[in-house]
């Protein structure tokens, strides 16, 4: 208002320069107009270029808990290797946990690994053996089966012989001795008894070929089990040597730490004992409902702290927090008493705004440092563009004043 009203104090003045009397007409025009002018510059600024007139837009920037990677990661602290209130950069080792029993688990795990390996390659050693074992025993099938043939070839031989010397002696009594008749009866029924043991060896060798395959089978199917023992053993070792990993905490990002309590042979499980902040800053800044509309991602706003006395900071617009907290609804599933809600709400008439605050070399304004935001907002004309220049003055003028408020 009082920027405005200088504007307008300008004005007159520089008619009154120009020879304009100051008469009754003029004073009108000077008090009235000037009224008009307030107004509608309040109005404008309220709208469209809406500022935290409170001074509490507050500095933040992400944290990060500097923690091992799994909360099952547990143990005493080793040693700590950064101090208190210090920068710190990405990849620097800031604390150890005692790492004795992790590496334990990886030797165990590096074992149990070498063991499923070795069982692995017996396996596959098993298979080429009972692979050779039934080629061997396809092989006694087919020698079987060749000496099944001889055998049926030669009754068949001898049976006709016998037949022959019967047929013989029945034309010509006593031209074949007896002796040699029932010589040849004996060797027919010596190849009838060897085609009967050759029957049985060829079945006997049938169901070992069969037996043979099932030990190939069964030998194949040991080696995917091995093959999955192993890679589950792998996976256990791989994941050991992670846990043992985990047991060094770096600093994920640039930043620095605040005043943590962190110490050597303290105890770090599920909670952690110390967390960074990193160098993004942002402003969290209220606006007014009236203007929350004309607020867009990407528009340019400005920021001043009591941190630097007349320094103006820019920013730009992150983005718009759509909900407040006093949104949220119980989690009871319980109907909001209407009085209690509207009491409580009567007031809330801003939401968030997020500014991604731009830090010139040689700044460093603390996390939780509070100041003056303002954001240039959608307008309908671009005549009201004039709007964003009083505000970039009153913030200026802000700017000087913290040199003595913010003693």
Same mark, same amino acid.
């Given at each position: 208002?009082?920027?405005?009203?200088?504007?307008?104090?300008?004005?007159?003045?520089?008619?009154?320069?120009?020879?304009?009397?100051?008469?009754?007409?003029?004073?009108?025009?000077?008090?009235?107009?000037?009224?008009?002018?307030?107004?509608?510059?309040?109005?404008?600024?309220?709208?469209?270029?809406?500022?935290?007139?409170?001074?509490?837009?507050?500095?933040?920037?992400?944290?990060?808990?500097?923690?091992?990677?799994?909360?099952?990661?547990?143990?005493?602290?080793?040693?700590?290797?950064?101090?208190?209130?210090?920068?710190?950069?990405?990849?620097?080792?800031?604390?150890?946990?005692?790492?004795?029993?992790?590496?334990?688990?990886?030797?165990?795990?590096?074992?149990?690994?070498?063991?499923?390996?070795?069982?692995?390659?017996?396996?596959?050693?098993?298979?080429?053996?009972?692979?050779?074992?039934?080629?061997?025993?396809?092989?006694?099938?087919?020698?079987?089966?060749?000496?099944?043939?001889?055998?049926?070839?030669?009754?068949?031989?001898?049976? $006709?012989?016998?037949?022959?010397? &019967?047929?013989?002696? #029945?034309?010509?009594?006593?031209? =074949?001795? +007896? %002796?040699?008749?029932?010589?040849?009866?004996?060797?027919?029924?010596?190849?009838?008894?060897?085609?009967?043991?050759?029957?049985?060896?060829?079945?006997?060798?049938?169901?070992?070929?069969?037996?043979?395959?099932?030990?190939?089978?069964?030998?194949?199917?040991?080696?995917?089990?091995?093959?999955?023992?192993?890679?589950?053993?792998?996976?256990?070792?791989?994941?050991?040597?992670?846990?043992?990993?985990?047991?060094?905490?770096?600093?994920?990002?640039?930043?620095?730490?605040?005043?943590?309590?962190?110490?050597?042979?303290?105890?770090?499980?599920?909670?952690?004992?110390?967390?960074?902040?990193?160098?993004? $800053?942002?402003?969290?800044?209220? &606006?007014?409902?009236? #203007?929350?509309?004309?607020?867009? =991602?990407? +528009? %340019?706003?400005?920021?001043?702290?009591?941190?630097?006395?007349?320094?103006?900071?820019?920013?730009?617009?992150?983005?718009?927090?759509?909900?407040?907290?006093?949104?949220?609804?119980?989690?009871?599933?319980?109907?909001?008493?209407?009085?209690?809600?509207?009491?409580?709400?009567?007031?809330?008439?801003?939401?968030?705004?997020?500014?991604?605050?731009?830090?010139?070399?040689?700044?460093?304004?603390?996390?939780?440092?509070?100041?003056?935001?303002?954001?240039?907002?959608?307008?309908?004309?671009?005549?009201?563009?004039?709007?964003?220049?009083?505000?970039?003055?009153?913030?200026?003028?802000?700017?000087?004043?913290?040199?003595?408020?913010?003693?």
């Amino acid at each position: 208002m009082l920027e405005g009203l200088a504007i307008w104090a300008l004005f007159i003045y520089i008619l009154r320069l120009l020879g304009i009397p100051w008469n009754k007409p003029f004073k009108l025009f000077a008090y009235i107009g000037g009224g008009l002018w307030l107004g509608f510059v309040w109005i404008g600024l309220i709208n469209y270029t809406p500022m935290d007139l409170s001074g509490g837009s507050v500095v933040q920037s992400p944290h990060i808990q500097l923690r091992p990677g799994n909360t099952q990661i547990k143990g005493k602290v080793h040693k700590v290797y950064i101090e208190p209130n210090s920068e710190v950069k990405k990849g620097q080792l800031v604390y150890e946990l005692d790492s004795e029993v992790y590496e334990i688990q990886v030797h165990q795990t590096q074992t149990q690994m070498e063991a499923a390996q070795v069982a692995n390659w017996m396996a596959i050693e098993d298979i080429q053996m009972y692979q050779m074992n039934y080629k061997t025993k396809q092989i006694n099938l087919q020698i079987a089966k060749s000496e099944l043939q001889s055998a049926i070839d030669d009754h068949r031989y001898q049976a $006709k012989t016998l037949k022959r010397y &019967v047929e013989q002696n #029945a034309k010509a009594r006593h031209t =074949v001795p +007896q %002796s040699v008749i029932d010589e040849q009866r004996t060797k027919v029924s010596m190849a009838r008894n060897k085609i009967t043991s050759l029957e049985n060896k060829v079945m006997a060798s049938e169901v070992s070929v069969k037996k043979a395959l099932v030990d190939v089978e069964r030998s194949q199917l040991k080696v995917i089990d091995t093959e999955v023992a192993l890679r589950s053993s792998e996976e256990k070792h791989a994941k050991a040597i992670w846990d043992l990993e985990q047991t060094k905490v770096y600093a994920p990002a640039d930043g620095f730490v605040t005043n943590f309590i962190l110490r050597e042979g303290q105890y770090v499980g599920i909670l952690s004992r110390m967390q960074m902040y990193t160098n993004e $800053k942002y402003v969290l800044m209220r &606006v007014n409902h009236q #203007a929350i509309r004309n607020v867009k =991602v990407g +528009q %340019s706003a400005e920021f001043v702290s009591p941190v630097y006395p007349g320094k103006v900071f820019s920013a730009e617009v992150q983005g718009i927090v759509e909900a407040t907290g006093e949104a949220q609804a119980g989690s009871m599933g319980r109907e909001e008493s209407v009085s209690k809600t509207t009491l409580q709400n009567v007031n809330n008439k801003f939401h968030f705004v997020r500014l991604k605050l731009e830090e010139p070399e040689g700044y460093d304004i603390p996390v939780g440092a509070v100041g003056l935001a303002w954001v240039s907002g959608e307008k309908p004309n671009s005549f009201l563009s004039f709007l964003d220049v009083i505000r970039g003055i009153i913030v200026r003028m802000k700017a000087q004043i913290y040199y003595v408020y913010s003693l």
